[in-house]
């Protein structure tokens, strides 16, 4: 089967609904974004003459509500959720964009923990300012050095997409990734709610 494409294009916006199939759920999402129409040759008829079928293809740009790449547990401050869905929002059209919001988060995340602003100077006679994101991110490392290390690799993201505008998609999707196992280790703690649960089971099984 052969597909032939428009040589200039042919495009449309459209707008839709979704809803969930999660009988749980059932929530209505508006979409909306590029249709793009193609031609697809798929042989002659009887008379000798070739016959087409079209196809669009849809490519959504906007979601609203926004689509989450992870879950949001409600432990995370409402302003840090804003940032993060604006992350989200922005994917599917503006990767650049994203990167920066993402960005964005880890200073929140860091201001609300109040990770220090200041620092003793190297004769250690004085604090002074830590006066960017990558030293702040370092002078935190030393009490959190996972955490640190995957802030530290959302900020380059970001930078990235604040300044060169040359994010990848697999680079976003893994600050994504970083950005979820931070929130879970700062203010989910699944892991330690797991291991405080089982202690409480160990304890009350040998009563």
Known sequence: ???????????????????????????????????QKDIEVTGRDKNNEYYEYDLDTFRPQHFSPNLRYFKIHPEIPKH??????????????????SANKVRTVIELILDDIKAPKKRQNSRKTKMVEINTLHDRI???SKRNKFIGTLMLANKYIGNEGSHKGEVEKEELLSSFDNLEEIIDKIYVKNSDKLLTKANQIISEKRR
């Open 1 to 35: 089967m052969e597909r032939i494409r428009y040589s200039y294009g042919i495009e449309h916006n459209f707008v839709g609904i979704l809803k969930c199939g999660n009988q749980k759920c059932l929530r209505i999402i508006n979409v909306s974004g590029i249709a």
């Open 80 to 97: 840090i959720v804003e940032t993060i869905d604006l992350a989200f929002h922005h994917y599917f059209y503006d990767f650049n964009a």
């Open 138 to 140: 370092e002078h935190f």
